[in-house]
């Protein structure tokens, strides 16, 4: 009974949520915050659902479309460190910041895996889709991005030795 429990403890510290989502900093300015958001639609977010007529379009506020594109973003790129900054203006949560008919994808399955820019982000003038060369140059996310597939590797492999280790453990018990 004793081993079921160390199993059980074992897998859930290996299996655990790392659940996050990505949202923009309510004290700045929405000049700032449109930029982040044209940004994050620009560089690969699904931004359709802020569009007029889509689920998550109100509240119609600089500040909600452009945590819902940075969330896109994020979850796009696999929750890769680095890609929720945005120089500073995201920042990382582990409250869902989804609301009643409005979800907020919270996994790269769930963002989609279309890399398909939307062709216009709400609230800018002519669709412009990204901040001219030189503004905000730092804008997108850190050049320390890393590809998240090896730790998720490595954690797989700890999983099975510690699985393996329990079994044998057990094993040799009966």
Do not use: E
Request: aromatic share 6%; hydrophobic share 35%; proline share 5%.
């Amino acid at each position: 009974m004793a081993a079921l429990a160390v199993l059980l403890l074992a897998l859930a510290v290996v299996g655990g949520s790392d659940a996050a989502w990505c949202v923009c900093r309510s004290d700045l300015s929405d000049a700032v915050l449109q930029t982040t958001l044209d940004y994050a639609c620009g560089a690969g977010a699904d931004c359709n659902t802020i569009h007029q007529n889509g689920a998550c379009y109100n509240p119609n506020t600089v500040k909600a479309h452009c945590s819902y594109a940075t969330n896109s973003y994020y979850q796009r790129k696999g929750q890769a460190q680095g890609a929720c900054d945005f120089s500073g203006t995201a920042t990382l949560s582990t409250t869902d910041p989804s609301y009643s008919g409005c979800t907020y994808p919270a996994t790269a399955s769930s963002a989609g895996t279309s890399s398909t820019p939307a062709t216009s982000t709400p609230g800018t003038a002519s669709g412009a889709l990204s901040p001219p060369s030189g503004v905000f140059g730092g804008l997108g996310p850190s050049s320390s991005l890393s590809d998240n597939s090896g730790s998720s590797l490595l954690m797989v492999g700890m999983a099975s030795l510690l699985i393996t280790g329990i079994c044998s453990w057990m094993a040799l018990l009966s």
